[in-house]
C-alpha cells in the first residue's frame, strides 16, 4: 500500500484577471479512495481538475499526485488518466481500434484487455467500426470513459463524466468506475449529480468546504 | 396545406441592406483599389519575365504535349468543381434561406451563375497558357480568340457536369472516376511523350471557319445544357447545399485567417466519413505507433497508387536544368512521407490522446516517422532509378540515394506536420506595397525548409558530375546526422507531448 495520498492540494490559489476563482483550495484524496467536488457553475471545480492534472499552472499553491509535482512526464501519464479536456480522435481509425491503440500502448494484450465487455457496458458493440466523429456526443463520452478504464492506471481525474450521457450510460459509467476504486484505484472527479457520485464510490465535497 | 412563397428579391435587398450598415463605408472600394494597384505594381515590375513564361518568342510545346496538359487540366477542373460543389451557399444563406419558403431555383441560380463564369475563367486562362507554348507565332489573332471563347464554354459545360454530379451521387461517382482516370492518362501521355512516344496529331491548325462551327456546336450544347440545369436546379439535395456551403464557408475561413489546415482537415474528415471501415489489428511485432500508421497508409490504397504513380513526374522535367530536377525528387520524397504524417497532425494539434497513451515524445516520433521514412524512400529511390533508367542522370547509381533522400523529405515531412497553426501574432514586414503578415510565410516555410539536408545532391546533377563515393557519405551523413539532430532537439524521453507547453 502506498503511503501518499493519490491528491494532495494545499493552499491552492488561481485567478482568472481580477477574478479569484480558487482562494487557498485545499484538498486530499487519499490512495484507493474517490472525491467528487460539487459545486454550481463557475465556482473552479474545472479549474482544480485542470491544475491537479497540470493542464493549468496555478497562481500559488502546492499539488503533489501520487506523491510528485504533477507535470508532462510518461510516468505522470501512465498513472493519471484525465477527461478534463476532449481529444481529437485519429483519423481513419474505428472505436475499437481506439481502444486497443491505448491498450497496446500499455502494453496490454488488446484480447485480455476486457476492451469486448467494456464496449458492451457502455452501449458502443454496436458501434465498434464507425470512426468516432460518426457517434453522438454522449457515445464520444462513452468512448473517452471506456479509453480510460481499460488501460491501467491509478488516478482518474474526469470532469462530469455523466454529461451527455443517458440514465443507462450513467449506471454503467458508476459501476465501472465504483469497480475501479474497489480494484484500488483513486478517483477524483467533479459532477453535478450526487446520485451519480455516490453510486462511483466517491465521496462528496463541496468546492466551499475546500476553502476553510 | 398549402405552402406559400415568399419573393426572394426583397429579402435578398433587405439582408444586404443591414449588412452594409455593419460594414465600414468604403471598405469594399478600398479593397478593390488595393488588389488593383497590387496587380498593377507587380505586373509592371514583371511583365516581362511573365510575358517570357507564357508566351515565349517561338513555341516550345509541341501538339500532343500540348492536349495531354488540355486533358489533365479540364480534369482537375471537374475534380476541384465537384470538390467545392459547384452550386453552393454562403454559411448563413445555407442556415437561414435554404429552410426559408423561397424559390429554390432563384436562390440557387445566383451561385450557378458565379460557379459559371469562375469555370470559364479558369479554362480560357489555362488554353492562353497553353496556346502561348503551342499556337504557331504566324496563327490569326481571330483563330486564338475562337479557341480562347471555345475553352470558355468547354469550362462551362464543366461546370454542369460537376452540377449534375451534384444532384445525382451515381453520376458523381461516374464523374469523379472519368476525371481521376483522364488525370492519370494525361500524366502517363506526357511521360511517354517525354520519353520518345510519337503519336499521329494533325500538324496544321484549324481554319478558322471550321474553328467557328466548332466552337458555335459547343455553345449550342453548352446552353441547352445550361437550361436542363437550370430547369432542375431546385432538385438539388438539402445535404449537397449545405455540404458545399460548409466548404465554402471553410475556404473563406481558410482565405480570410490564412490557415490552409482548416481546408486539409475539412478533406480529411470527409475522406473518412464517407469510408466503411472494418476493424482490424496490425503486426503485433510492430511498434504500436507505426502499426497504426501502417494500417491507415494501407487503408488508402488508391492514394499510394497515386503516389506510385508520381514518382515518373521527375521525367518531365528532363528540359530543365538538372538541379531542379533534384529539387523535385526532393519535393516528392517529402510530399510521399506527407501521405502518412496525419496522426502527427492530430498529436500536435491537441496532445489530449498522447496523454492518453503515455509514450515519450521521442518514441512517439521514431515509431510515427518510421511509415513516412519508409514511403519518401520508396519514392526517392523509384524516381531516381527511373530517371537513370531514362539517362537523365550523370553516371553512377544514383537510387542509392534514395534512402538518404528520403529521410530528407521525411523529416520535412514530419516538420511541416508539427508546426501547427498559423502565428498571427508574429512581427509582419513593411515593404513598399504594403505590411505583409510573417505568420503565413513562416508556416508555409517550416517543414520544405528541412529538405537543407538533401543539398548536397541538388549540387552534384547541378554540376552534372558523376556519382563519386564522397558524395553518397556526404549526403548520407548529412540526412542522419539533421534527422537525429532534429528528433534530439524536438523531443525529450522526459516528455510526452509532442510540442512544448
Known amino acids: 500500500m502506498v503511503d501518499h495520498p493519490a491528491v494532495q492540494v494545499t493552499d491552492l490559489f488561481v485567478s482568472y484577471g481580477a477574478t479569484p476563482v480558487l482562494a487557498g483550495a485545499t484538498l486530499t484524496v487519499p490512495a484507493g479512495t474517490g472525491v467528487c467536488v460539487t459545486g454550481e457553475n463557475g465556482i473552479g471545480k474545472s479549474t482544480l481538475l485542470r491544475c491537479v492534472s497540470s493542464l493549468q499552472k496555478p497562481d500559488s499553491g502546492e499539488i503533489r499526485v501520487l506523491g ?81 478504464l481499460v488501460r491501467p492506471s491509478s488516478l482518474l481525474i474526469l470532469d462530469e463524466p455523466e454529461q451527455r450521457l443517458d440514465p443507462d450510460g450513467r449506471a454503467a459509467v458508476a459501476e465501472m468506475l465504483a469497480d475501479y476504486v474497489a480494484t484500488g484505484g483513486s478517483l477524483l472527479m467533479a459532477s453535478h449529480d450526487d446520485k451519480f457520485a455516490v453510486a462511483s464510490g466517491a465521496e462528496l465535497t463541496t468546492m466551499e468546504s475546500l476553502h476553510p | 396545406m398549402t405552402a406559400t412563397s415568399v419573393p426572394l428579391r426583397p429579402v435578398r435587398r433587405w439582408i444586404h441592406r443591414r449588412q452594409v450598415s455593419h460594414r465600414e463605408r468604403g471598405a469594399t472600394l478600398g479593397n478593390v483599389y488595393f488588389a488593383v494597384l497590387f496587380a498593377a505594381v507587380v505586373g509592371g515590375m514583371v511583365h516581362q519575365q511573365l510575358a517570357a513564361v507564357f508566351w515565349p518568342g517561338h513555341p516550345n510545346l509541341g501538339a500532343a504535349p500540348a492536349l495531354a496538359l488540355a ?180 475556404l473563406f475561413d481558410a482565405a480570410f485567417g490564412m490557415e490552409p489546415s482548416f481546408v486539409t482537415d475539412m478533406i480529411e474528415r470527409r475522406y473518412w466519413a464517407h469510408r466503411r471501415l472494418t476493424s482490424a489489428r496490425p503486426p503485433a511485432w510492430l511498434p504500436v505507433l507505426t502499426g497504426q500508421d501502417l494500417m491507415l497508409a494501407l487503408r488508402r490504397r488508391s492514394r499510394l497508387l497515386w503516389l506510385a504513380g508520381t514518382t515518373t513526374l521527375p521525367l518531365l522535367l528532363r528540359s530543365a536544368p538538372s538541379w531542379v530536377t533534384a529539387l523535385a525528387v526532393l519535393l516528392g520524397a517529402m510530399i510521399a512521407g506527407t501521405t502518412s504524417t496525419g496522426n502527427i497532425r492530430t498529436d500536435s494539434g491537441n496532445p489530449v490522446l498522447s496523454r492518453m497513451l503515455g509514450i515519450t515524445s521521442r518514441q512517439a516520433l521514431i515509431q510515427r516517422a518510421a511509415v513516412p521514412a519508409v514511403l519518401a524512400t520508396l519514392w526517392a529511390t523509384t524516381a531516381l532509378v527511373l530517371l537513370q533508367i531514362a539517362g537523365d542522370l550523370p553516371p553512377g547509381q544514383w537510387w542509392i540515394l534514395g534512402f538518404p533522400v528520403g529521410l530528407a523529405g521525411a523529416t520535412a515531412a514530419v516538420r511541416k506536420a508539427r508546426v501547427g497553426f498559423v502565428r498571427n501574432d508574429m512581427l509582419p514586414l513593411d515593404t513598399p506595397m504594403g505590411t505583409m503578415s510573417t505568420g503565413p510565410l513562416a508556416n508555409a516555410i517550416a517543414g520544405p525548409d528541412a529538405l537543407v539536408l538533401g543539398v548536397p545532391l541538388v549540387f552534384a546533377l547541378g554540376a552534372g558530375s558523376a556519382l563519386s563515393p564522397d558524395l553518397v557519405l556526404i549526403q548520407a551523413a548529412l540526412a542522419l546526422i539533421g534527422a537525429r539532430g532534429y528528433l534530439v532537439w524536438t523531443t525529450d524521453t522526459d516528455r510526452v507531448e509532442l510540442t512544448t507547453r
Open chain 2, 71 to 250: 486533358l489533365v487540366a479540364a480534369a482537375l477542373l471537374v475534380l476541384a468543381l465537384r470538390r467545392f460543389g459547384p452550386v453552393t451557399l454562403s454559411r448563413p444563406a445555407s442556415s437561414f434561406l435554404l429552410t426559408a419558403p423561397v424559390s429554390r431555383r432563384r436562390l440557387l441560380l445566383p451561385s450557378l451563375w458565379l460557379a459559371a463564369i469562375g469555370a470559364a475563367i479558369p479554362a480560357a486562362l489555362a488554353t492562353v497558357a497553353l496556346l502561348g507554348h503551342a499556337a504557331p507565332r504566324d496563327l490569326p489573332a481571330a483563330s486564338l480568340a475562337v479557341t480562347v471563347a471555345g475553352a470558355g464554354m468547354v469550362g462551362m459545360g464543366l461546370l454542369l457536369l460537376a452540377a449534375a454530379g451534384q444532384r445525382g451521387p451515381r453520376w458523381a461517382a461516374v464523374t469523379d472516376r472519368l476525371a481521376s482516370l483522364a488525370v492519370a492518362a494525361g500524366l502517363a501521355a506526357l511521360v511517354a511523350l517525354t520519353a520518345g512516344w510519337d503519336p499521329p496529331v494533325p500538324s496544321a491548325w484549324p481554319p478558322v471557319p471550321s474553328l467557328v462551327t466548332a466552337v458555335g456546336a459547343v455553345t449550342a450544347v453548352v446552353a441547352g445544357a445550361f437550361l436542363l440545369t437550370v430547369r432542375s436546379l431546385a432538385r438539388t439535395p438539402n445535404d449537397r447545399i449545405l455540404e458545399s456551403a460548409k466548404t465554402a464557408g471553410t
Open chain 1, 68 to 148: 510528485a509535482t504533477p507535470g508532462d512526464s510518461p510516468e505522470f501519464w501512465r498513472a493519471v488518466v484525465t477527461t478534463v479536456e476532449p481529444p481529437t480522435w485519429y483519423p481513419g481509425l474505428t472505436t475499437r481500434e481506439h481502444a486497443e491503440l491505448v491498450c497496446r500502448a500499455h502494453g496490454q494484450d488488446p484480447d485480455e484487455a476486457g476492451i469486448d465487455e467494456a464496449l458492451e457496458r457502455f452501449g458502443l458493440s454496436t458501434h465498434a467500426d464507425a470512426i468516432p466523429p460518426s457517434l453522438s456526443s454522449g457515445q464520444k463520452q462513452r468512448l473517452t470513459l471506456v479509453m480510460a
